[in-house]
Each structure stands twice: as structure tokens, then as C-alpha cells.
């Protein structure tokens, strides 16, 4: 059993920056894929990044070089660095890992104020 534990969500103005962080417990993190959806209010999850094991990246068009997702293995930790952040941006940011099965974090919310 694995499980996420997030943090570094606020209240931020647009423009601004935000890392969050997510923890994960057991031994398969070092060899799965990892990265963050997020869901802002009446709309569907979206994929925003992910980061497989050998540090390969994607991330969503929307994103594209304001957000940066790494990982460190040895603290079981994916990270996500927000910048030039936007209104739109604003959502429940959740993170997840993949090895034979998804595991979810319980989302950390993201506000960008105008």
C-alpha cells in the first residue's frame, strides 16, 4: 500500500509562485511513474505533468514552460514547481503514482487570485 501525502497549496496572486510536494510511503516510488492532475470546479480532471522513472517529462500545454515537476528518490518525493502563475490555473492539484496500479494523494488546492 502506498500513500500520498501533499503540500504547499495557497492562496497566491497571479504571477506568483507556488512548489508543492507530495511524500510517498513505501519502497516502489524510486520505479514509478509520478506526476499531478488537477480539477478546477465543474471541470474534469486533467493530467498536468508526469515524470517516469527514468526522468522523463510531459506536461500540459497550458503549463509549458511555467511548470516544472522533479523528483527525488531518495525522499520518495515528486515535486512540483508553479511559476508565472494564472487565474486559470486555480484548482484542486492532486498527485499520483503508477507502478501496477494509481495511487492518489488527497489533493492540496491551488488558488491564483487576479
Known amino acids: 500500500q502506498v500513500q500520498l501525502v501533499e503540500s504547499g497549496g495557497g492562496l497566491v496572486q497571479a504571477g506568483g509562485s507556488l512548489r508543492l510536494s507530495c511524500a510517498a510511503s513505501?519502497?516502489?516510488?524510486?520505479?514509478?511513474?509520478t506526476g499531478w492532475y488537477r480539477q478546477a470546479p465543474g471541470k474534469q480532471r486533467e493530467l498536468v505533468t508526469v515524470?517516469?522513472?527514468?526522468?522523463?517529462?510531459n506536461y500540459a500545454d497550458s503549463v509549458k514552460g511555467r511548470f516544472t515537476i522533479s523528483r527525488d528518490n531518495a525522499k520518495n518525493t515528486v515535486y512540483l514547481q508553479m511559476n508565472s502563475l494564472k487565474p486559470e490555473d486555480t484548482a484542486v492539484y492532486y498527485c499520483?503514482?503508477?507502478?501496477?496500479?494509481?495511487?492518489w494523494g488527497q489533493g492540496t488546492q491551488v488558488t491564483v487570485s487576479s
Open positions: 499520483y503514482v503508477t507502478f501496477t496500479r494509481t495511487y
Open positions: 515524470i517516469t522513472r527514468s526522468g522523463s517529462t
Open positions: 513505501g519502497s516502489i516510488f524510486s520505479i514509478s511513474t
